[in-house]
């Protein structure tokens, strides 16, 4: 296994009947960050539960730094942070009062947890809020706080679930350069999110979740590049206008674009080229679309690529198709 | 690998000594948190003080009149009151270990705390240890109540501290048991809704307010054995004077008992909570 800081080996994990976890397998290479893609409800948080010692895994087994999580858990517990989707936090503590708590409940020594704790509060700028009760943060704040904490011991794993759910773009900008310095000190993170943007900014590599299984193991950019790097969703009004433009494009293209209501969507991974060739052929046939999006491609639609399906029905918003009695409803 | 190596090697060295004190030590840490959570939201003080103080002066003041006639010749409601508001508090008091630990369970924290190198049994202490500082503070004040209100001690300053002390012992066990019952219905409303059916037989099928005597026969060989009227009345001893060694051995037993049973119970229920 080299140099794998975590390596995990048919994980599964059942609560009653449900299936969470249906046999994973991964190995993080020690100094990377390495990232868990997938929609709500895949299983990513309870990957991480079990890693961290939480929860018991119902089969297969996970090893951080050598050590296994079920039979080893109190010294995992010694070689981790975790930081939540949820931040764990005390609300009547200070966050200085939190940070010493968690000093105290890793065993840092003594004299360094005052330190540890005004140092921390430095590096993410709570040095102002510092002595104020955690529950008049903000949750963006609130979120630093928990990252800081998770940071005390100074752990050289460190789980982060979902860490920029919720954060305005700025504070996310500002934590991936955060993410990416711990890295650079010789911290392995292991990193959830729904955000294939996210996973690309930072991930060395990353496996994408469905219902529990992986059904990708790549590098982010390989993922991006398997369907093309661009989107174009063109809303062409209403639904004759859309099936002969349909039409038009699968002809030109060789291959039918993938339809919504009056949303036609393609992909490519020369944006540019391809939306020139689209709007010049529409035109040519006096279909011009109502609207056109041109974005990066997200994880819904790598997992369109990857499994046929998207990670929930969605419509788009701009041709308001958000009635429930859009074509095709179950009944 | 070597950090690993260094931490399975402090691991081993230290597990025996810590395997003592790592409890302690970890308790007091969540102690600490819970206390300045008390301090910060004085409203949790304010409203576990206010309940005993309407107790105390409804029971002295309705029931006095009720009361007083069957009592031992010689006794005053008011001193037979207080050891028994005096349990009262503790046990009210206890649900609040309920609640406290459902409202953890509720946020995040607990999640945190499980995946954090301490004692498996630190975040239910230190939840207990907690309420039992409060107690100390409820019981002290209840105490000055019941001063201004003509309560007297009979039996010497020292056997009334160790009335004090038996009243402080039976609420941390108390505690225990509300320790499960947080942990196992996990959300603070469900938790003070379970708590009351539990406790109001305990407190008022006893001789907390009232002497058992006047109670019907099958209520009395309950009401006579159980844990609050146990305390009550060796409290009641200790404050009254006579022969208390069988009574305070008999509500030690209790707590004992309590703790014995309820501490396992809550740690195994935090080790498999998700």
């Known amino acids: 296994m080299g140099q794998a800081a975590i390596s995990v080996v048919g994980l599964s994990k059942r609560f009653g009947a449900v299936t969470a976890l249906d046999g994973i397998d991964f190995d993080v290479p020690a100094g990377s960050i390495f990232g868990l893609l997938g929609p709500n409800g895949a299983g990513k948080t309870t990957a991480i539960r079990i890693l961290t010692t939480i929860l018991r895994p119902s089969g297969g087994r996970a090893v951080v730094l050598g050590h296994d999580v079920v039979r080893e858990a109190a010294t995992v517990r010694r070689l981790i942070g975790l930081a939540g989707q949820y931040a764990a936090v005390d609300p009547n503590l200070t966050g200085r009062e939190n940070l010493r708590l968690i000093g105290r409940l890793t065993q840092l020594p003594r004299p360094r947890i005052r330190p540890r704790a005004a140092e921390l509060l430095d590096r993410f700028d709570l040095a102002d809020v510092g002595d104020r009760p955690v529950r008049t943060y903000s949750g963006g704040l609130r979120r630093r706080l928990d990252i800081a904490a998770a940071l005390v011991p100074d752990p050289p794993v460190l789980f982060l679930d979902e860490p920029t759910t919720g954060l305005d773009p700025h504070s996310r900008t500002a934590l991936w350069d955060l993410i990416r310095e711990l890295v650079r000190d010789g911290t392995t993170v292991l990193l959830t999110t729904q955000y294939l943007e996210e996973a690309d900014r930072l991930a060395g590599r990353v496996v994408v979740v469905n219902e529990g299984r992986i059904i990708a193991d790549d590098t982010p950019a390989a993922l991006k590049t398997r369907l093309g790097n661009t989107v174009i969703e063109l809303g062409m009004g209403d639904e004759t206008r859309a099936s002969q433009a349909a039409g038009l494009l699968t002809e030109r293209l060789g291959e039918p674009p993938e339809r919504e209501g009056v949303l036609l969507r393609l992909a490519s991974r020369d944006g540019s080229r391809l939306l020139l060739d689209v709007l010049h052929s529409l035109e040519s046939s006096r279909l011009v679309p109502h609207t056109v999006t041109v974005r990066e491609s997200s994880l819904d639609d790598v997992f369109l690529a990857l499994t046929g399906h998207r990670t929930q029905p969605v419509r788009s918003a701009q041709d308001g198709a958000d009635s429930p009695a859009t074509p095709g409803g179950t009944p | ?274």
């Open chain 2, 1 to 274: 690998m070597t950090a690993t190596a260094a931490v399975t090697a402090t691991t081993t060295a230290g597990r025996l000594g810590t395997r003592i004190t790592a409890p302690v030590r970890d308790g007091l840490a969540v102690a600490w948190r819970n206390l300045i959570a008390l301090r910060r939201v004085p409203r949790l003080l304010v409203f576990s003080t206010i309940q005993p103080l309407v107790f105390v002066l409804m029971f002295r003041y309705v029931f006095g009149g009720v009361v007083g006639p069957a009592l031992p010749p010689g006794v005053g409601y008011v001193d037979f009151l207080i050891p028994g508001i005096f349990v009262q508090t503790a046990v009210f008091g206890s649900m609040n270990t309920a609640i406290g630990l459902a409202t953890d369970m509720q946020t995040g924290l607990m999640e945190r705390f499980r995946s954090l190198p301490m004692a498996r049994s630190a975040v239910l202490s230190g939840r207990t240890t907690a309420d039992l500082a409060r107690n100390v503070f409820v019981v002290a004040l209840m105490t000055a109540v019941g001063f201004a209100l003509g309560f007297r001690i009979h039996a010497g300053v020292p056997a009334f501290l160790g009335g004090v002390l038996l009243v402080l012992a039976f609420g941390f066990a108390m505690s225990w048991i509300f320790a499960v019952v947080g942990m196992a219905v996990g959300d603070p409303e469900t938790a003070q809704a379970a708590a009351f059916p539990v406790l109001a037989p305990l407190v008022f099928a006893s001789s907390a307010f009232v002497p058992v005597s006047t109670m019907p026969g099958w209520l009395q060989t309950f009401a006579e054995h159980q844990p609050v009227s146990k305390t009550a009345e060796a409290v009641r001893v200790l404050v009254l004077g006579g022969p208390a060694t069988t009574a305070v051995w008999e509500a030690l037993a209790w707590d004992a008992g309590i703790v014995a049973v309820f501490a396992p119970l809550g740690v195994w229920l935090y080790r498999r909570a998700v």
